[in-house]
C-alpha cells in the first residue's frame, strides 16, 4: 500500500523551530523527487521546497533561508526544517512525491500552527 505519512508539525511559538518529516511506504523512494507544499483555508497549496532525487533543492521564495529539505533515502524519508517560524506560516503542511509529469502522491498533511 502506497502511503506518504507527514508527522512533526503542532503549535510552536513565533520565532521557533520545527522538523516535519514524511515518511514513505510503498514506493522506491530514490527515484522519486519529494516536496513539501502548504495550504491555508481559501487559498492554493504552494511550493515550500523540493528535494530532487539527486540531491538538488528548491525553495519558494518566502522560505529561503529559514526552511531546509533534505531526504534520507535509507530510512525513505524526507524532512523539512523550518526555523524563524511566523504566524503566517500556520497552514496544513503536504508531503509529496513526484515520478515525472504523470505520477503524484500525497500524504494527509500535518497542522503548522505559529502563536503565542
Known amino acids: 500500500q502506497v502511503q506518504l505519512v507527514e508527522s512533526g508539525g503542532g503549535l510552536i511559538q513565533p520565532g521557533g523551530s520545527l522538523r516535519l518529516s514524511c515518511g514513505a511506504s510503498?514506493?522506491?523512494?530514490?527515484?522519486?523527487?519529494m516536496g513539501w507544499y502548504r495550504q491555508v483555508p481559501g487559498k492554493q497549496r504552494e511550493l515550500v521546497a523540493i528535494?530532487?532525487?539527486?540531491?538538488?533543492?528548491k525553495y519558494g521564495d518566502s522560505f529561503k533561508g529559514r526552511f531546509t529539505i533534505s531526504r534520507d533515502n535509507a530510512q525513505d524519508t524526507v524532512y523539512l526544517q523550518m526555523n524563524s517560524l511566523k504566524p503566517e506560516d500556520t497552514a496544513v503542511y503536504y508531503c509529496?512525491?513526484?515520478?515525472?509529469?504523470?505520477?503524484?502522491?500525497w500524504g494527509q498533511g500535518t497542522q503548522v500552527t505559529v502563536s503565542s
Open positions: 509529496n512525491a513526484q515520478r515525472g509529469t504523470d505520477l503524484s502522491l
Open positions: 510503498g514506493i522506491i523512494f530514490g527515484i522519486f523527487s
Open positions: 528535494i530532487t532525487t539527486t540531491g538538488s533543492t
